[in-house]
């Protein structure tokens, strides 16, 4: 059965501070995805990583993945406090036509000023 | 340019009434996906459907719980006979192709009393 595990679960930093998410998983997958949650509401997609060595950066954050290690990152920078919700990874482990996604227990993230 | 709709957003049953979930996918996408999130958890995969075919159900009780998506109209996540422990958040997410980028519609919360 595919694991996932993130750490830390709960983060507070102060703004402008710089922190990494870590995300690791249990069985070979190209794809994985890192989604973002606010409080009573949806996931809304940040990024998803197909690749060893894949990196992306969308504003503050940067996510990177390494399929060898089974661990994916996220790495905030100079953090502000619009960023505090809750950031799951997420990994599909199928190689053929069925994709579903195993996601890992998230990281509630608080950025204080 | 409309997303993953779901309803209803809030849906209060008592023990023993059913409950049906709907969730209608974004335009072109003919891939669905239920998943289930207890507070304070992740996501936990449940089905996975297209058109008039159940792909994947391998996050579904085996009793009482049951989805369709039907050749017209929206995927449907029906619970008979509900019970306190099925209180918690339903998401849907749809994608166009296997693998694919998943999107999640803004969840229906159910409650149990």
């Not at chain 2, 159900?57 to 006979?81: D, V």
Request: charged fraction near 20%.
């Amino acid at each position: 059965e595919l694991k996932v595990e993130q750490n830390p679960l709960f983060l507070s930093m102060q703004e402008g501070k710089n922190y990494t998410i870590y995300c690791n998983y249990s069985t070979t997958s190209d794809r994985l995805y890192w989604y973002r949650q606010d409080p009573g509401k949806s996931l809304e997609s940040l990024f998803v990583l197909l690749s060893n060595g894949a990196v992306k950066q969308e504003g503050r954050l940067m996510a990177s993945l390494d399929t060898k290690a089974r661990l994916s990152t996220l790495h905030i920078t100079a953090a502000v406090h619009d960023l505090s919700a809750t950031y799951f990874c997420a990994v599909d482990p199928s190689t053929g036509t069925a994709s579903k996604l195993t996601f890992g227990t998230g990281t509630r993230l608080q950025v204080t000023l | 340019n409309a997303g993953v709709m779901q309803n209803p957003r809030h849906l209060v049953r008592r023990r023993g009434q059913e409950a049906r979930l709907r969730c209608s996918p974004m335009k072109g996408h003919s891939h669905v996906y239920w998943y289930r999130q207890l507070p304070e958890e992740g996501l936990k995969f449940m089905v996975y459907l297209q058109k008039e075919n159940i792909i994947d159900e391998s996050g579904m009780p085996k009793e009482r719980f049951s989805a369709e998506f039907p050749k017209e109209g929206p995927s449907i996540l029906r619970i008979q006979q509900v019970v306190r422990g099925d209180s918690a958040a339903y998401f849907c997410a749809s994608s166009p192709q296997s693998g694919s980028f998943q999107h999640f519609g803004d969840g229906t919360r159910l409650s149990i009393l």
